[in-house]
């Protein structure tokens, strides 16, 4: 079972002279459920190489015991300071595709030509594609096979604008993730901020926020469990 972790590769917070990436969380949680249930994992970003990490998600206060894992794991750093060009990828080598979010996706992998085929060529043959946070924002330009938007009429979960205000970068973003799902027509559901909300239609598969990204991997998991029975 081979799986593909897409990461950003951006690292501006708009124009405020801080810096943004991938949340570790995200990343560090689905990474231990995906290797626990066999899967052999494989990371990419746009640029390759290492992905920026967002400072924010490295603090006392955003570790976890995944991420304290992930951090002193010198397999999983390895992978980290290698990831492949995500144009490189060809999507018939991987089984499944899980996103972790961050703020980053929102200005690169949301507008990524080689992202959107990823996904759109994942989910048409048949294989699960998982999205957490702010990751389902990245579906934003995908399209079904009429050439529909992805997610129009579809059950879909991501980071809620209430969240986003309580991180105070509204105005920061290029899009909010909830407005954005709504406006491609997605059946927009979400649970308590900052707790676990995950929500699956089929093949696929989205997570609320940071701490969505365990179950958003289970579900995943699940989801593959079925296709090999």
């Known amino acids: 079972m081979n799986v593909l972790v897409v990461l950003t590769s951006h690292d501006e917070l708009g124009t405020t002279g801080r810096k943004t990436g991938f949340w570790l969380e995200e990343l560090a949680a689905p990474y231990y459920r995906l290797r626990e249930a066999g899967a052999t994992i494989t990371l990419a970003s746009p640029r390759g190489g290492r992905p920026p990490l967002d400072?924010?998600?490295?603090?006392?206060?955003?570790?976890?015991?995944?991420t304290r894992r992930f951090e002193a794991d010198p397999q999983a750093q390895a992978a980290l300071a290698s990831t492949v060009v995500l144009g490189t990828v060809d999507?018939?080598?991987?089984?499944?595709?899980?996103?972790?979010?961050?703020?980053?996706?929102?200005?690169?992998?949301?507008e990524d030509a080689d992202s959107i085929r990823l996904i759109e060529t994942t989910l048409r043959?048949?294989?699960?594609?998982?999205l957490v946070c702010h990751a389902p924002g990245v579906l934003r330009h995908v399209t079904d096979e009429d050439g529909k938007p992805l997610v129009q009429g579809r059950p879909v979960t991501?980071?809620?604008n209430s969240e986003e205000a309580g991180v105070g970068l509204t105005d920061i973003v290029?899009?909010?993730?909830?407005?954005?799902l709504k406006a491609k027509g997605g059946v927009y559901s979400k649970g308590a901020d900052w707790g676990s909300y995950v929500v699956r239609d089929g093949l696929l598969i989205t997570g609320q926020n940071p701490a969505s990204s365990a179950e958003a991997?289970?579900?995943?998991?699940?989801?593959?469990?079925?296709?090999a029975a």
Not at 217 to 227: F, H, I, P, Q, S
Request: net charge negative.
């Open 174 to 180: 290029p899009f909010l993730v909830e407005d954005e």
């Open 158 to 160: 991501g980071f809620t």
């Open 125 to 130: 043959s048949g294989k699960p594609v998982a």
């Open 91 to 110: 999507p018939a080598d991987y089984d499944a595709v899980f996103y972790p979010g961050g703020h980053g996706p929102l200005w690169d992998l949301a």
């Open 55 to 66: 400072p924010k998600s490295n603090e006392p206060g955003s570790q976890t015991d995944d």
């Open 217 to 227: 991997a289970d579900v995943l998991v699940a989801a593959l469990g079925e296709r």
